[in-house]
């Protein structure tokens, strides 16, 4: 079956700091990719999403690049700052029906200033 | 544009208690709707989905039900609330079934069974 796996954290960074959050998937076929975060107290949004490989998706200076031989979707940031403390997941889409979309567990950001 | 309400935001609720958790959505028709709990360290599992007006899908067994009464009206009912029930749950809507185009989710209810 589909699975996602990122580090649950907590992942502690510095203002301005460089931020790579680990995720990768098992999936059949060609699944699409998304990230989404999670500010505290609110739910999910949608921050970027690919779907093909060696598509880039960004938003808000996060990027993250679609690699299908290492089956991985890594998020990354140049320069975190103290507002992008969040949980972020990691989802894949694989197949038809309602529970096409698989998400990972978290990842607990806290930036320090 | 199209948004996704969601009430009430946090509930304590006694053990044996009902519920009812309700969630609509404007600016769109027909759209895919979806109920999510994410439990405590935990991920986000899939409830209830429903594609259409007084059309229900469980994903898995449970002290919970849903309803839609309306076209952009999802409801998550429990006639007697367990310990268990206790969790943040989220609301959201696609254009497609299954979430292949992203999923826009409302800003969830944190239930408290006590």
């Known amino acids: 079956g589909n699975s996602v796996t990122q580090m649950e954290g907590p992942v502690t960074l510095s203002e301005e700091a460089f931020l790579t959050i680990n995720c990768t998937y098992t999936a059949t076929g060609y699944p699409s990719l998304f990230w989404y975060v999670q500010y505290p107290g609110e739910g999910l949004q949608l921050l970027l999403k690919a779907t093909k490989a060696d598509d880039k998706g960004s938003n808000k200076g996060f990027e993250a690049t679609y690699r299908k031989e290492t089956t991985s979707f890594h998020l990354e940031k140049g320069s975190v700052q103290v507002s992008d403390s969040a949980v972020y997941f990691c989802?894949?889409?694989?197949?038809?029906?309602?529970?096409?979309?698989?998400f990972g567990k978290g990842t607990h950001l806290i930036i320090q200033p | 544009s199209q948004t996704i309400h969601q009430w009430p935001a946090t509930l304590v609720q006694p053990v044996g208690s009902p519920l009812s958790l309700e969630c609509t959505v404007e600016g769109t028709s027909n759209p895919n709707l979806y109920w999510y709990r994410q439990a405590a360290g935990r991920g986000l599992q899939l409830l209830f989905y429903?594609?259409?007006?007084?059309?229900i899908s469980s994903e898995v067994p449970q002290n919970l039900s849903a309803s839609r009464p309306q076209d952009r009206q999802f409801i998550l009912s429990s006639k007697k609330l367990l310990l268990s029930d206790s969790g943040f749950y989220l609301c959201?809507?696609?254009?497609?079934?299954?979430?292949?185009?992203?999923?826009?989710f409302g800003s969830g209810t944190r239930l408290t069974v006590v």
């Open positions: 989802a894949l889409h694989s197949g038809g029906g309602a529970d096409g979309l698989t």
């Open positions: 959201a809507w696609s254009v497609i079934l299954g979430g292949r185009d992203g999923y826009t």
């Open positions: 429903s594609v259409g007006i007084g059309q």
